[in-house]
């Protein structure tokens, strides 16, 4: 098993991490960066106040150069709460990460402004695996 430098052995229990998209996050929003050997098993939303945008209001959160890549246009108007995405909207999801990942979030909507909602809480739930529990495509290996 690899060690770090503080020779304790690799975390393999879940691990959460948790960052915030604004309503003016219009554009790819730094969230946070998952690790090489970490593979991501769910996101979720979180938001006090749904959007109050005329038509749409969307979540997407995607890596760098690729703005949907985990979660593709989850909305964000019709409920407040745990909003769970579908899994037609979910991708790329217990796939073992081979590099670091910088996640990013960006919020959408259309038909006319919003003047409240959010902040939406992005939830990445997530485990860490070592040599020989991926593939060299990036696949867990059960």
Avoid at 86 to 108: C, E, F, I, R
């Amino acid at each position: 098993m690899t060690q770090f430098a503080t020779g304790l052995p690799l975390n393999r229990g879940e691990q959460v991490v948790v960052a915030s998209v604004a309503r003016t996050d219009t554009a790819a929003k730094n969230l946070f960066v998952l690790p090489a050997d970490s593979v991501p098993l769910y996101f979720l939303i979180y938001t006090d106040v749904a959007s109050n945008a005329v038509t749409t209001a969307t979540v997407s959160v995607g890596k760098t150069g690729t703005g949907t890549f985990f979660l593709n246009t989850v909305d964000v108007k019709t409920a407040a709460g745990l909003i769970v995405p579908p899994s037609a909207k979910n991708t790329n999801l217990v796939k073992g990460l081979l590099t670091d990942t910088m996640v990013t979030g960006t919020y959408a909507e259309s038909g006319g402004a919003s003047s409240s909602g959010g902040p939406f809480y992005v939830i990445c739930v997530f485990i860490r695996v070592g040599p020989g529990d991926i593939t060299s495509t990036g696949v867990l290996v059960n």
